[in-house]
């Protein structure tokens, strides 16, 4: 065998004998190398635990220094100002402290001594405006052992008169009943006496301004005056005829049979009636806003859409057109009419819809903050939007709709008793019965002015705001 061939076998032996990684060996050393990734963030876990504890201990220290600085900063100026025992102080004269007497009661004063400008203090005067007095230290013990009295001519040149100092009461150097005295006139000039001022007596932004910045200043929550409300009314609506007392039963009214209108006409003697109104419901939704005027009496207004029925009984409904009596305006051109049936077996509802601007003033009747009761006395203006009301021409006998003849602005008055629930709470419900007349009538004048709406209901009011 040649060198040749036996390199060649051992160069197939040793390909023979790599070995290529299966598909589940590259799984583990692809799922080994996911887990070093993962472990990689948790080296920076302490590092960053250290660096955040490392900056709340320098904002602490922070805060702590600015917090320490603050306080040194307000020690400082309160030792800076004026103390109320200043004001309160009848100084005594002596060789190392400044003060004037009274001349009048005395020819004595006390030379003080020499103070640096700069150590000054606020003192009220006569007249109430400040002036700078030199600010006087003293001791108690050196006040009423070392004083030396001069005459009160060299001092009138050193102490001019006008100025006002405040002495203490404890050292009584200079005595009330002296200071009250007349003044007194030397060579100098006239000399004043001093006058005391003590300190409960003066203003509170004059004795202390430490104090007056200390104190807090408090208020009364009194609440606001305003608040608003959802409304709400249910109830029986009806057509009134006659004055109050008038209790006779409503008709549909007979267009026809005008006063006005049967004066033109001949042997007029209709011989159809019209149908009975009776009442039907009615109800009102909207929102009103009140204030509160006093303890006792309030006031709201709001705006409704109210909607009244009434009911009458009718025959069949003819879609055809048909030339109606239409009372002092002449004749009418109508597509629809309903016959007058003698069995009256059909109802048919009369709606009035409007829109409405009450005004109210509410008046409390006790003293209860748990259950208060109002009275309510209000003003109504209504518009009407629409109506599907019915009239009658009795010459021919049938009923024919037409909101001409309607008044289309009515005023009405309301009264009625709320009982206030809830009112602790921020939202009080008002509930009470309601009644209500409208002064104008339904149709116009020149129609019929006998005619008005009454309603009775309960009124319900639920405030949003208190």
Known sequence: MSDHEF??????????????????????????????????????????LAAMMAGGYFIVNTEKKDVDKSLAVVQKTQMHQPQNTVAEKKVAVSENNRAVTNPVASNKVVVPPVVKANDKQTLLSVDGREKYTPVIHHQKNSLKQNQRIIDAADNSVRNPPGE??????????????????????????????????????????????????????????????????????????????????????????????????????????????PSVISPGLTFSAGAEVKKDLSKRFSISAGINYTQMNTHSKVGDRINSSNVVNNGVRGYLYVQSYYLLDQNENKEYNNKYHFIELPVTLHTRINNSTSLPVYWDAGFIISR???????????????????????????????????????????????????????????????????????????????????
């Open 7 to 48: 390199e060649k076998q051992v160069r197939q032996k040793l390909n023979n004998l790599k070995l290529s990684p299966t598909p589940q060996a590259w799984e583990n050393i692809e799922e080994k190398l996911r887990e070093r990734r993962r472990r990689t963030p948790l080296l920076w876990l302490p590092l960053l």
């Open 164 to 273: 006002v100092t405040f002495p203490d009461e404890k050292e009584p150097a200079v005595a009330e009943e002296q200071l009250a005295e007349q003044p007194k006139t030397t060579k100098a000039g006239t000399l004043h006496p001093l006058k005391t001022v003590k300190l409960s007596q003066a203003p509170a932004s004059q004795q202390s301004p430490t104090a007056a910045m200390a104190k807090p200043i408090t208020r009364k929550n009194q609440g606001s005056k305003w608040s608003y409300a959802i409304h709400a009314f249910s109830g029986v609506s009806a057509e009134h005829v006659g004055g109050i007392f008038g209790f006779s039963q409503p008709k549909v009214e007979d267009i026809a049979y005008t006063a006005d209108f049967a004066a033109t006409v001949v042997n007029y003697a209709p011989v159809y009636k």
């Open 384 to 466: 009407l939007l629409s109506s599907t009301s019915l009239h009658f021409d009795g010459t021919i006998g049938v009923y024919y709709k037409n909101d001409r003849l309607l008044n289309q602005t009515q005023a009405g008055v309301s009264t009625g008793v709320s009982i206030a629930l809830f009112n602790k709470t921020a939202h009080p419900l008002w509930i009470g019965p309601s009644v209500r007349s409208n002064i104008s009538s339904v149709l116009k004048k020149d129609v019929s002015a006998s005619k008005h709406f009454v309603t009775l209901g309960l009124d319900v009011k639920l405030f949003l705001k208190k």
